[in-house]
């Protein structure tokens, strides 16, 4: 037995459970039954139980995402970077679509202390994995500062998702290629900002120099001749 066949076909009839259950211990016996799969697969499977359910159907929509942008070939390669990710964005959307209640009441449990760690880790995930996909690769600061951000409009973004009752979740598309293009602006400013720095450098260096050497003239002009008198 494939354990990953296992874990994909487990998790597609818990979707359709969620619905009505929640992630709960009855959603996964009826999963169960409807895959016939016995609990000793499903605890092999999830060793960590519900964790590593919601786990798994986080990686499963970034999998789906990452096949479908990379099924686009040079059509997807051949963006920009900020499209990259915009698009990247929007297909995860469409991936999670056909199950938008079962993402509103994973947000639940991911509210309760024992699930606290495990959000945030999971949408790390998610966001590493677009900025991958888009040929990021920053090793310095920026590597966490992109990641930040996009986690950042990733979660504001689901809220919006949540909400979206627009055709085809226009609005929500509009909302992310918004919040990209912002965050493209901000980093394309940044590095302007950078390169002017470097630019802007020497002019206040040689400012600096002409200072001191005044300074300097001043202080031999004003220092008394040897074995004369102090200047006043």
């Known amino acids: 037995?494939?354990?990953?066949?296992?874990?994909?076909?487990?998790?597609?009839?818990?979707l359709d459970n969620v619905v009505f259950d929640g992630w709960t211990e009855r959603s996964l016996k009826e999963s169960l039954a409807m895959t016939g799969?016995?609990?000793?697969?499903?605890?092999?499977?999830?060793p960590n139980g519900m964790a590593d359910i919601l786990s798994h159907f986080s990686a499963w929509a970034d999998r789906q995402m990452a096949d479908m942008v990379e099924g686009e070939g040079d059509e997807f390669h051949r963006r920009r970077t900020g499209d990259k990710v915009t698009h990247a964005l929007q297909r995860r959307f469409e991936v999670l679509e056909p199950h938008k209640e079962a993402v509103r009441r994973s947000l639940a449990v991911f509210a309760l202390p024992t699930y606290a760690p495990l959000g945030p880790r999971l949408l790390y995930d998610t966001v590493d994995t677009i900025w991958r996909l888009a040929g990021d690769s920053a090793t310095d600061f920026n590597f966490?500062?992109?990641r930040a951000a996009l986690a950042g409009i990733l979660s504001s973004a689901t809220l919006y998702w949540i909400n979206d009752q627009s055709p085809d979740d226009a609005e929500t598309r509009d909302f992310v290629a918004r919040r990209?293009?912002?965050?493209?602006?901000?980093?394309r400013a940044v590095h302007r900002y950078g390169r002017i720095g470097g630019?802007?450098?020497a002019p206040?260096?040689?400012a600096a120099r002409l200072r001191d050497r005044v300074a300097a003239r001043t202080a031999r002009r004003r220092a008394p001749p040897p074995g004369g008198p102090a200047a006043d």
């Open 144 to 146: 966490y500062t992109k």
């Open 199 to 201: 630019l802007t450098e």
């Open 37 to 46: 799969y016995d609990r000793a697969v499903a605890d092999r499977a999830f």
């Open 1 to 14: 037995m494939d354990i990953d066949t296992a874990r994909d076909e487990i998790l597609q009839a818990m």
């Open 180 to 187: 990209v293009a912002r965050l493209d602006q901000a980093g």
């Open 204 to 206: 206040w260096r040689v």
